[in-house]
């Protein structure tokens, strides 16, 4: 494991006094909201403060927590009562799903549409290890584990769970990101594996490609925990995999609201098309999965504050539907499910 380069303390202290001290005064001005969150050295200031916390041992910032060797956790939209298995589904909540999940699972597979249900697990459950010891599991199951089991015993729709594999993965090279909440290159091509996998069961002309097929393409960028600690001392370098073959996926792109709805399409009419409802953790593994469809619709389940229903599909007419939702946001799949 990489070792953190801490900057001398001292010197970060001092200057972190010296800053703070320079502040008072410009406090007291009739500065207005746009001129304090705008001035000249906020960022570098920001991450003085946030390095000198992190020196003296603080772990505790806002929606993040800092763990075990450097690993960053998010605590946002219930994570942490999501980690400590604290807000179980109650059974009512369990058999609607899997009724709504069979009834759609059954309506399409009368109109001959492959339904694959993703959910990729949050990096508490895959890296446990790396989490605080203070933090406590008190429930004795997940919401993931309920809602699996559940299915399993009385419904006829199968769930994509990534867990086991990832944690057998994880023992060859890291899966997620230290400092981001999602999973890295390899832990999304283990899941884009997986996925292709299944969906070949069914449409044998999709087989996945082997790892050794992409090139590994790595930016320095300042990852999501990380950057909103505001934080330097967690460096971390961003990877995404490129298919080294002549032919790609073609995908264009639109925005709405602030959400992407994407498009991709492939010279070879024989292979399927699909339409993939998804969140931030399909962003690496959709152009994977694009060059195995002739045409596919992407679409952010998250919309304006809402979400997106089931229309594209009706829209459409795909041989495969793969509605992704991560494990955080689990609670929403019944109400996307909703007819």
Same mark, same amino acid.
């Given at each position: ?193 997986? +996925? ?28 999501? +925990? ?58 690496? +593994? ?54």
């Amino acid at each position: 494991m990489k070792k953190i380069s801490y900057p001398s303390w001292y010197s970060s202290f001092f200057i972190f006094i010296f800053f703070s001290m320079l502040l008072i005064p410009l406090r007291q001005l009739n500065f207005n909201p746009h001129q304090i969150n705008n001035f000249y050295g906020r960022e570098h200031l920001i991450a003085l403060a946030s390095n000198f916390r992190v020196l003296i041992g603080d772990r505790v910032f806002p929606k993040i927590l800092v763990g075990e060797e450097g690993w960053l956790f998010y605590t946002g939209e219930k994570n942490m009562d999501d980690y400590q298995n604290v807000i179980p589904f109650t059974d009512e909540e369990l058999a609607l799903i899997q009724i709504n999940l069979d009834a759609l699972s059954k309506d399409y597979e009368e109109k001959g549409i492959t339904l694959l249900i993703v959910i990729p697990p949050r990096k508490s459950s895959i890296y446990p290890e790396y989490m605080p010891e203070e933090i406590w599991v008190r429930g004795s199951v997940s919401r993931l584990d309920q809602l699996i089991s559940y299915i399993d015993k009385n419904g006829k729709t199968s769930i994509m769970d990534f867990r086991s594999i990832l944690i057998d993965a994880k023992k060859d090279r890291d899966v997620y990101y230290k400092t981001d909440t999602h999973w890295d290159e390899y832990g999304s091509y283990i899941a884009y594996r997986e +996925i292709t996998t299944e969906l070949a069961k069914k449409h044998p002309e999709i087989q996945p490609h082997p790892f050794t097929d992409y090139e590994i393409i790595v930016k320095n960028v300042s990852l999501d +925990i990380a950057n909103n600690i505001g934080t330097n001392i967690f460096n971390e370098p961003k990877a995404t995999l490129q298919h080294q073959a002549e032919a790609y996926a073609d995908f264009q792109e639109i925005k709405a609201g602030g959400r992407r709805i994407l498009f991709s399409s492939m010279s070879n009419p024989d292979l399927p098309t699909a339409v993939i409802y998804f969140d931030s953790f399909f962003f690496p +593994i959709n152009p994977l999965l694009g060059e195995h469809f002739s045409q596919a619709t992407y679409i952010q389940n998250y919309f304006g504050g809402g979400i997106w229903k089931l229309s594209w599909v009706e829209k459409n007419h795909p041989d495969i539907v793969i509605i992704e939702f991560t494990e955080r946001y689990i609670h929403d799949l019944n109400h996307f499910l909703e007819r």
